[in-house]
């Protein structure tokens, strides 16, 4: 069973950067994983994902500002957020699934899920 335990969301202006980290125990080499918000009322949203091969999609809402990376040496998932909106804000999951490929732009291609973490974006 994977475990994820995100960390780095918090408030921030538009136009400010932040950058969320997932540790994952457990074996994720061959997992896809991706980052997943969730905001009031909303759907859960992928916004962004990565193969094990090191493939990367995002969702069109943050193509440009987000990138997902991934240190395999350390099982560490982190996510750069940057130029953030009012309309990012959201609660962040990290997930991690056995399927990789397109997919992973599915919310329901992930089994393991991180607790979450709030990222509250001020106009």
């Known amino acids: 069973q994977v475990q994820l335990v995100e960390s780095g969301g918090g408030s921030v202006q538009a136009g400010g950067s932040l950058r969320l980290s997932c540790k994952a125990s457990?074996?994720?080499?061959?997992?896809?994983m991706g980052w997943v918000r969730q905001a009031p009322g909303l759907e859960r949203e992928v916004v962004a994902d990565?193969?094990?091969?090191?493939?990367?999609r995002y969702a069109n809402s943050v193509k440009g500002r987000f990138t997902i990376s991934k240190d395999n040496a350390k099982n560490i998932l982190y996510l750069q957020m940057n130029s953030l909106k009012p309309e990012d804000t959201a609660i962040y999951y990290c997930?991690?699934?056995?399927?990789?490929?397109?997919?992973?732009?599915?919310?329901?291609?992930?089994?393991?899920w991180g607790q979450g973490t709030q990222v509250t974006v001020s106009s």
């Open positions: 990565i193969d094990s091969d090191g493939t990367k």
């Open positions: 457990g074996h994720t080499n061959t997992f896809a």
């Open positions: 997930a991690a699934g056995r399927v990789n490929g397109p997919c992973s732009r599915s919310r329901y291609a992930y089994a393991s």
